[in-house]
Nanobody, 122 residues
Framework: VQLVESGGGSVQAGGSLRLSCAAS?????MGWFRQAPGKEREGVAG????????YYADSVKGRFIIARDNAKNTLDLQMNSLTPDDTGVYYC???????????????????WGKGTQVTVSS
């Protein structure tokens, strides 16, 4: 499975951005991760194939929305009320089903996009 992200850019604090990820095929888990400068990559949001159950990092709850379109094999991340702490490279990730998987853990995912830069200025 190949993943291609789009939609990154620069925005002022309080603004919004929408990221999109196009997958080359259908896959069970899909999620978004980010890596800020000098920090480890962290899980932001994830969802199952059905797209109904979603999981968010505490830092983005109430501000970010993950949405999956299985017909198009796409995954979006709507990011609102952005702050400078949201700055980083955002990665789309996808993985096959395994029992007891945690959707915000890197180990859940086998496939990764190249990332898209998000910069939030104060």
């Amino acid at each position: 499975v190949q993943l291609v992200e789009s939609g990154g850019g620069s925005v002022q604090a309080g603004g919004s951005l929408r990221l999109s990820c196009a997958a080359s095929g259908s896959i069970y888990y899909m999620g978004w991760f980010r890596q800020a400068p000098g920090k480890e990559r962290e899980g932001v949001a994830g969802t199952y194939r059905g797209g109904v159950r979603t999981y968010y990092a505490d830092s983005v709850k109430g501000r970010f929305i993950i949405a999956r379109d299985n017909a198009k094999n796409t995954l979006d991340l709507q990011m609102n009320s952005l702050t400078p702490d949201d700055t980083g490279v955002y990665y789309c990730a996808a993985g096959e089903y395994t029992a007891n998987s945690y959707l915000l853990a890197e180990s859940t995912y086998k496939y990764w996009g190249k990332g898209t830069q998000v910069t939030v200025s104060s």
